[in-house]
């Protein structure tokens, strides 16, 4: 655990450095925040929810009930999988766009389905994008990875 704990700092840390986040909090709402994301994400992979519900009360006490009512449903459906698995899964479920939570290229980033309507070109969604936060993947890019990949397999 003390191992995930440094990764997150380290992660805080870089993150920080791109954003700003620490210095200028008030340019970040709930749902961009990055320094709630890297949290969540790491509360999520590990089930250290003391952590995430200490961070919301200090600074969206507003949105910490809801949130952590969420976060409990949410932790059910974190998975880790390897490429096989990954690649049946996004086949079983019609899965046409991905979204992560941190760099879609850490080996800790947890990707949750975005909606994709049957009528909608999935490229639209896959669009350039900037920043180390919420970005969409094609599934076939995920499926590349060296590493197993964590996924939210809630279904929209």
Same mark, same amino acid.
């Given at each position: 655990? !003390?191992?995930?704990?440094?990764?997150?700092?380290?992660?805080?840390?870089?993150?920080?450095?791109?954003?700003?986040?620490?210095?200028?909090?008030?340019?970040?709402?709930?749902?961009?925040?990055?320094?709630?994301?890297?949290?969540?994400?790491?509360?999520?992979?590990?089930?250290?929810?003391?952590?995430?519900?200490?961070?919301?009360?200090?600074?969206?006490?507003?949105?910490?009930? !809801?949130?952590?009512?969420?976060?409990?449903?949410?932790?059910?459906?974190?998975?880790?999988?390897?490429?096989?698995?990954?690649?049946?899964?996004?086949?079983?479920?019609?899965?046409?766009?991905?979204?992560?939570?941190?760099?879609?290229?850490?080996?800790?980033?947890?990707?949750?389905?975005? &909606?994709?309507?049957?009528?909608?070109?999935?490229?639209?969604?896959?669009?350039?994008?900037?920043?180390?936060?919420?970005?969409?993947?094609?599934?076939? !890019?995920?499926?590349?990875? &060296?590493?197993?990949?964590?996924?939210?397999?809630?279904? &929209?």
């Amino acid at each position: 655990m !003390e191992v995930q704990q440094n990764n997150m700092g380290k992660r805080i840390t870089l993150y920080d450095e791109y954003y700003g986040f620490l210095e200028n909090p008030s340019k970040f709402n709930f749902d961009t925040n990055p320094h709630r994301l890297i949290i969540k994400n790491y509360a999520l992979r590990t089930g250290d929810k003391i952590l995430y519900e200490f961070y919301l009360k200090e600074v969206f006490p507003d949105r910490a009930i !809801e949130e952590l009512h969420s976060f409990d449903k949410d932790i059910n459906y974190i998975q880790q999988m390897g490429r096989e698995e990954l690649a049946l899964w996004l086949i079983d479920n019609k899965v046409k766009v991905l979204q992560s939570d941190i760099n879609t290229t850490d080996k800790d980033a947890i990707f949750r389905i975005v &909606p994709v309507a049957d009528t909608e070109n999935p490229d639209t969604y896959l669009q350039q994008q900037e920043g180390l936060i919420l970005n969409n993947v094609a599934p076939s !890019e995920l499926i590349t990875f &060296p590493y197993h990949v964590w996924i939210n397999t809630k279904l &929209p």
